[in-house]
T-cell receptor, first 115, second 114 residues
């Protein structure tokens, strides 16, 4: 099945450590996104990319960076993790040809805990 | 700033009940409104409503967009325990140069008890 795969599924790290979350997709979609979800705050956009050479900041990009290594791969880095980055992180994809691009397909999420 | 407000934040019903979830929004340049269901982890797409498609239905679920009232409802009839989930409403609004952004509401947590 065409899918959006995130690794790792869970990660516990310490304050100050560098962390990379990875996302790969087999859907052939051009657009990829990183969201974080915090209890009571809903989903918030961190970064998005409409193609390999396109990177855009979202609502809450401070403290994060991304890399679009290929159409199918989009990674999120926390250069120096801090406790308030503890959250559930989602990668998502969309395709302009399907519903205008706002119909998102989500990965299963990465639960990150920063101690 | 675009806003999406969902109500109620949580809801407990018995199997067989009909429920209505609400989503109201403030937006400058409306493009579409979407509903997602989040059961365990990954949200999954339910409906997309636009100016040209203000009502959608799939089985026991249906959704209506009211552009005049700036709101949408998600109806679930004859609820089942498998409908227990967080239901997310998202608003797509144009942000200039043909681009658009999605803003999510905080979600409504629905619990269906046998």
């Amino acid at each position: 099945d065409a899918d959006v795969t995130q690794t790792p599924r869970n990660r516990i790290t310490k304050t100050g450590k560098r962390i990379m979350l990875e996302c790969s997709q087999t859907k052939g979609h051009d657009r990829m996104y990183w969201y974080r979800q915090d209890p009571g705050l809903g989903l918030r956009l961190i970064y998005y990319s409409f193609d390999v050479k396109d990177i855009n900041k979202g609502e809450i990009s401070d403290g994060y960076s991304v890399s679009r290594q290929a159409q199918a791969k989009f990674s999120l880095s926390l250069e120096s993790a801090i406790p308030n980055q503890t959250a559930l992180y989602f990668c998502a994809t969309s395709d302009l040809r399907q519903g205008g691009g706002e119909k998102l397909f989500f990965g299963s999420g990465t639960q990150l805990s920063v101690l | 700033e675009d806003k999406v407000v969902q109500s109620p934040l949580s809801l407990v019903v018995h199997e067989g009940d009909t429920v209505t979830l609400n989503c109201s929004y403030e937006v400058t340049n409306f493009r579409s409104l979407l509903w997602y269901k989040q059961e365990k982890k990954a949200p999954t797409f339910l409906f997309m409503l636009t100016s040209s498609g203000i009502e959608k239905k799939s089985g026991r679920l249906s959704s209506i967009l009211d552009k005049k009232e700036l709101s949408s409802i998600l109806n679930i009839t004859a609820t089942q325990t498998g409908d227990s989930a967080i239901y997310l409403c998202a608003l797509a609004a144009y942000s200039g140069a043909g681009s658009y952004q999605l803003t999510f509401g905080k979600g409504t947590k629905l619990s269906v008890i046998p």
